[in-house]
């Protein structure tokens, strides 16, 4: 196979690539196999027919086209090796040459990862930031253990307060009107969520069990719903139930039911302890973050479009992961938040192409110092993430590869070595 390499603009690359005959001849005879399995010749079951009888019922010029799906993606991920170039989008691919008896020569005309041009990056200034830890952040982990194990409670006589989860019934309409989507029956809601549009949730505040009321709210001027945007709606809500969160008092019982520790105090100890740990690693992590940021504003590199989108796309499915776990879905995630995808993906922008551009300096100064996940750190790494999900190391090993996830964990260690280099050759006051 030949290749010639040719670059058309900053970021974009041309491959001609030449095919020898015997590899598509090779192709041939799997396009043959392929369509032989497709076509009704009378006096053969499928795929037995002789190729020189499917040739005749397709025609020459089909199989051989039909030949180009096996060894144009072939010759094309064995050029990218050749040449050493990593593309960020499909190519575009031409044919130059397609004729009976001579080789097949296509151009594939591809958008390749943008050069970086590295600024300081060894010998870095940066704050090493003093931790402690005060008893009052001890007393707020202590009430988050008493929210998260609080009883729920049914009230049968009171009003509606903020953190209340209500069971609601609602119907909304615009101009008298009601309108699609604005009706629900036994919804739960906790009020001050901000689940809602605004307004809406504040308004239960004081309602009844069993009481019916009216709220007034106005669309955000930006909701996705463009007949809905800015206009003013009223709902009609009924409050079905409200549910309180019942407290336990803090003493050694609750100590006992809520960890491993027979009294208060033990558990007190314990949360002390991981909060320093806490604050010690997150000021680890703000110091590695100061010096990816003075690496990146020092470097030039002109992010392309395409990697962007891609971030947001990232981004954005990883959102509705996150909501998919919660039971919720993105739909009505951002109908109930006023907002579309088109907004929210506007929003994501800027932090995406930081992102990109962090991720390509790294990559070139990852490269320009030879760090590389050896396969000591890929077991290691393996190992750890293995043991999170209670898994054996080379059954989640043999998962990722089938998922294609090991490539981006490779990357991710390169990544992280090279903020430890930094970390490693900066000046640390």
Same mark, same amino acid.
């Given at each position: 196979?030949?290749?010639?390499?040719?670059?058309?603009?900053?970021?974009?690359?041309?491959?001609?690539?030449?095919?020898?005959?015997?590899?598509?001849?090779?192709?041939?005879?799997?396009?043959?196999?392929?369509?032989?399995?497709?076509? *009704?010749?009378?006096?053969?079951?499928?795929?037995?027919?002789?190729?020189?009888?499917?040739?005749?019922?397709?025609?020459?010029?089909?199989?051989?086209?039909?030949?180009?799906?096996?060894?144009?993606?072939?010759?094309?991920?064995e050029?990218?090796?050749?040449?050493g170039?990593?593309?960020?989008?499909?190519?575009?691919?031409?044919?130059?040459?397609f004729e009976e008896?001579?080789?097949?020569?296509?151009?594939?005309?591809?958008?390749?990862?943008?050069?970086?041009?590295?600024?300081?990056?060894?010998?870095?200034?940066?704050?090493?930031?003093?931790?402690?830890?005060?008893?009052?952040?001890?007393?707020?982990?202590?009430?988050?253990?008493?929210?998260?194990?609080?009883?729920?409670?049914?009230?049968?006589?009171?009003?509606?307060?903020?953190k209340?989860?209500?069971?609601?019934?609602?119907?909304?309409?615009?101009?008298?009107?009601?309108?699609?989507?604005?009706?629900?029956?036994?919804?739960?809601?906790?009020?001050?969520?901000?689940?809602?549009?605004?307004?809406?949730?504040?308004?239960?505040?004081?309602? #009844?069990?069993?009481?019916?009321?009216?709220?007034?709210?106005?669309?955000?001027?930006?909701?996705?719903?463009?007949?809905?945007? +800015?206009?003013?709606?009223?709902?009609?809500?009924?409050?079905?139930?409200?549910?309180?969160?019942?407290?336990?008092?803090?003493?050694d019982?609750?100590?006992?039911?809520?960890?491993?520790?027979?009294?208060?105090?033990?558990?007190? *100890?314990?949360?002390?302890?991981?909060?320093?740990?806490?604050?010690?690693?997150?000021?680890?992590?703000?110091?590695?973050?100061?010096?990816?940021?003075?690496?990146?504003?020092?470097?030039?590199?002109?992010?392309?479009?395409?990697?962007?989108?891609? #971030?947001?796309?990232?981004?954005?499915?990883?959102?509705?992961?996150?909501?998919?776990?919660?039971g919720?879905?993105?739909?009505?995630?951002?109908?109930?938040? +006023?907002?579309?995808?088109?907004?929210?993906?506007?929003?994501?922008?800027?932090?995406?192409?930081?992102?990109?551009?962090?991720?390509?300096?790294?990559?070139?100064?990852?490269?320009?110092?030879?760090?590389?996940?050896?396969?000591?750190?890929?077991?290691?790494?393996?190992?750890?993430?293995?043991?999170?999900? *209670?898994?054996?190391?080379?059954?989640?090993?043999?998962?990722?590869?089938?998922? +294609?996830?090991?490539?981006?964990?490779?990357?991710?260690?390169?990544?992280?070595?090279?903020?430890?280099?930094?970390?490693?050759?900066?000046?640390?006051?």
């Amino acid at each position: 196979m030949k290749v010639n390499m040719e670059k058309i603009e900053k970021n974009v690359i041309a491959l001609e690539i030449e095919i020898e005959q015997d590899k598509m001849l090779e192709a041939l005879e799997k396009a043959y196999k392929k369509v032989a399995q497709k076509v *009704n010749i009378p006096g053969f079951r499928k795929g037995k027919a002789p190729r020189v009888l499917i040739e005749r019922h397709v025609g020459k010029e089909y199989l051989r086209e039909e030949a180009l799906d096996f060894v144009i993606p072939e010759a094309y991920m064995e050029a990218l090796k050749e040449t050493g170039i990593e593309p960020i989008d499909k190519p575009k691919v031409d044919m130059v040459q397609f004729e009976e008896d001579k080789p097949v020569i296509f151009k594939a005309t591809v958008e390749v990862k943008p050069e970086v041009e590295l600024g300081q990056y060894i010998g870095l200034e940066v704050e090493k930031q003093e931790t402690e830890t005060t008893d009052a952040e001890v007393d707020a982990e202590l009430e988050k253990l008493k929210m998260r194990h609080a009883q729920m409670v049914n009230l049968e006589e009171g009003q509606a307060e903020l953190k209340d989860l209500t069971v609601i019934d609602f119907e909304g309409f615009v101009d008298g009107a009601a309108f699609p989507g604005g009706t629900s029956t036994d919804y739960s809601l906790e009020l001050g969520s901000g689940s809602f549009i605004p307004g809406f949730e504040e308004q239960l505040v004081g309602a #009844k069990v069993g009481e019916t009321k009216e709220i007034n709210v106005t669309f955000p001027e930006d909701y996705h719903s463009a007949e809905m945007a +800015g206009k003013e709606a009223m709902f009609k809500v009924t409050v079905k139930a409200i549910k309180r969160k019942e407290l336990a008092e803090l003493d050694d019982e609750f100590a006992k039911d809520v960890s491993e520790f027979e009294t208060l105090q033990e558990l007190k *100890n314990d949360i002390l302890n991981r909060l320093k740990e806490a604050a010690k690693a997150q000021a680890e992590n703000k110091m590695k973050d100061e010096l990816v940021e003075k690496a990146t504003q020092g470097s030039q590199v002109e992010v392309p479009e395409i990697m962007i989108q891609q #971030k947001i796309d990232f981004m954005t499915q990883s959102l509705s992961q996150r909501l998919s776990m919660q039971g919720l879905n993105l739909e009505d995630y951002l109908k109930f938040s +006023g907002t579309s995808v088109e907004t929210m993906r506007e929003e994501y922008r800027p932090a995406a192409e930081k992102a990109v551009k962090i991720d390509l300096v790294l990559e070139t100064i990852a490269a320009k110092e030879n760090i590389v996940a050896t396969d000591e750190d890929i077991d290691a790494k393996v190992a750890e993430m293995a043991a999170r999900y *209670n898994s054996e190391a080379g059954v989640f090993k043999q998962w990722l590869v089938n998922a +294609g996830n090991l490539e981006p964990l490779k990357t991710s260690i390169v990544i992280d070595k090279t903020v430890d280099m930094l970390q490693e050759r900066a000046v640390i006051k």
